[in-house]
């Protein structure tokens, strides 16, 4: 179940990293709703890695390089417009792959259904506050643009094929994700009076190997403090 | 509560006897239990005392979500870690509950956070207390919030409406809070050696600052005879203590753990369990921000807002810009339409 994998790894990590959040948020409000966010995404990994196998098993012992889930979402936090612009980027294509997928009738379309208004308002989390941020100050347009650039080098891997998910019938066609997810960023991005890389710093869209459990270098300390104390306790029951 | 407000004050002419007979319709109407709203009157001693709690009580709950929060990255299971980003996130929910409920009494969210950040307001001493294992969270649930609750629940009758409603929200999830931190113990007190090992040790060292929770002893409580007075407080804090020893006894032996006090016995006579002394000077030496905790507590919430101050400054420029576009257009249209 390749496929699942690479669902629940995404939402297991980015909640992981949404997680490590909690307690220096820069408003109260975005105390809620980051954790908010984190626990839809920690429910969606949940019932992913369940058709997988055994949530915990595979949350808490699998090695770096058997973790299926995008660059992207292990990508550090960095300051709040770094976070906003990853979710941006992420929220956008996971809300139009769970509505085709909740159209289809494959093995995930009674999921995506469910997720699908999660992920929605995750979205309209993520554009409402590139918009704040892109169109608010100085610095923050200034910050909101360096997200924007150095994360952009992670998106092209959303739309590479995943076994299992791109089959014929499933509803998903990545050209049109692509096509799509590009448009709605782009009109985003420009409201918010920003832009998205192109030129050379675009060579990297079709960068990232996550889906081959092939990682970026914070991805093996994120997931040493996550695992510890499973992993010390082998065969304990929490 | 009877509308005494300031304007129905005036327009029946109680003139120089108003303040008089306001503080008397007062004392009346909070000793016959009824509620205090935002537009009564009241003695500017009891506002300032509310604030000064309710402030106190929305502070305890932001800074509360650090010790837990330590523990988010680390849970180690999904279904734990679920639960614990629910409770941190409750309990920025609650801090925002009680600073919208201060703000009924005229003060203002930005006010009472800085007055937190530089120490002029405090919060439960309890936080100033590390995290070290695990079951640490296991403990802050089940006594920590114990005697949160305990502390709390009289203050649902509290006479200040928007405070006792608040409480009644807040209780709710506190108590939810509380048995998923005994059911936590428990998986870890019927767990391996090690973990059983880890849930007594974390008991042993989260007790004494629970008991602390209640306050100075009855004789050294500054504000307590006057709350009493007011219904912001329904019972002393000596009171409420023995209450919470009572629930936890049997509560630890069903957990099949330790409490750290060897002179902890039932009072046949008393029909309470009598219980050890508690070191005073520990109590007030963490108060006055000594404890192992206080300053990396402080220190990252003052950061947390600092390194915010961007984003809060883009919000409100965002937030004028568009409201300004706005009025322009709304005036535009107003005057297209000849109003």
């Known amino acids: 179940m390749n496929a699942a994998l690479a669902l629940g790894d995404d939402a297991l990590v980015l909640s992981h990293r949404l997680g490590e959040w909690a307690g220096h948020a820069p408003v109260l409000e975005e105390e809620v709703a980051l954790a908010n966010i984190a626990l839809d995404l920690l429910g969606q990994a949940r019932v992913l890695l369940s058709l997988a196998g055994d949530e915990d098993e595979l949350a808490y012992l699998r090695e770096e390089r058997a973790f299926r889930n995008l660059q992207l979402v292990e990508q550090p936090n960095g300051d709040f417009a770094h976070t906003i612009v990853r979710q941006l980027y992420f929220s956008v294509y996971q809300h139009l792959l769970y509505e085709r997928l909740a159209a289809g009738d494959g093995a995930f379309a009674p999921l995506a259904a469910k997720a699908v208004k999660e992920v929605a308002y995750h979205r309209d989390h993520a554009e409402q506050w590139v918009l704040r941020l892109g169109d608010g100050t100085e610095e923050s347009h200034r910050r909101t643009q360096a997200g924007l650039d150095a994360l952009w080098r992670f998106t092209g891997e959303m739309f590479q094929p995943v076994e299992g998910l791109d089959e014929p019938g499933s509803g998903v066609d990545r050209e049109e994700l692509r096509t799509t997810w590009l448009t709605a960023v782009t009109e985003t991005v420009e409201r918010a009076t920003l832009n998205l890389p192109t030129g050379p710093q675009s060579g990297g869209w079709a960068a990232g190997a996550g889906r081959q459990g092939l990682h970026t270098e914070p991805f093996g300390r994120m997931i040493a403090e996550m695992q510890h104390l499973h992993r010390s306790h082998p065969g304990a029951s929490w | ?339």
């Open chain 2, 1 to 339: 509560m009877v509308a005494v407000t300031p304007e129905t004050g005036q327009e029946s002419g109680l003139g120089a006897d108003l303040g008089a007979q306001l503080a008397a319709a007062f004392d009346a109407a909070v000793a016959a239990d009824e509620r205090v709203e935002p537009r009564d009157w009241m003695p500017e001693a009891y506002r300032a005392s509310l604030v000064r709690q309710m402030a106190q009580h929305a502070h305890s709950e932001i800074i509360g979500m650090q010790p837990e929060a330590n523990w988010i990255t680390r849970a180690p299971s999904l279904r734990r870690k679920a639960i614990l980003m629910a409770k941190v996130q409750d309990e920025a929910g609650h801090g925002l509950y009680l600073y919208s409920a201060a703000e009924t009494l005229g003060t203002g969210r930005d006010e009472l956070l800085d007055k937190l950040h530089s120490g002029k307001q405090k919060y439960s001493s309890i936080f100033n207390y590390p995290t070290l294992t695990w079951a640490d969270v296991g403990a802050i649930g089940w006594l920590v919030d114990g005697a949160a609750i305990t502390n709390q629940v009289p203050i649902c009758r509290c006479s200040y409406g928007p405070y006792a409603r608040a409480m009644v929200r807040i209780c709710k999830e506190e108590s939810f809070h509380q048995r998923q931190g005994f059911e936590l113990l428990m998986a870890l007190s019927k767990g391996t050696e090690a973990q059983h090992a880890m849930a007594q040790d974390a008991v042993d060292r989260w007790w004494w600052p629970s008991l602390m929770m209640f306050g100075p002893p009855d004789d050294e409580s500054a504000h307590s005879a006057q709350s009493m007075a007011w219904r912001i407080k329904r019972h002393s804090n000596d009171e409420l203590r023995q209450r919470f020893v009572d629930i936890a006894v049997p509560q630890a032996e069903a957990l099949g753990l330790t409490l750290p006090d060897p002179d902890l016995k039932w009072n046949e006579e008393r029909g309470h369990h009598d219980f050890g002394a508690i070191d005073w000077a520990e109590f007030w030496d963490v108060l006055k921000g000594n404890g192992p905790c206080n300053d990396q507590r402080i220190g990252q919430r003052r950061r947390a807002h600092e390194e915010g101050a961007w984003v809060r400054e883009a919000a409100a420029a965002y937030a004028e810009k568009h409201s300004a576009h706005h009025a322009v257009q709304n005036t535009a249209t107003n005057e297209e339409a000849g109003v």
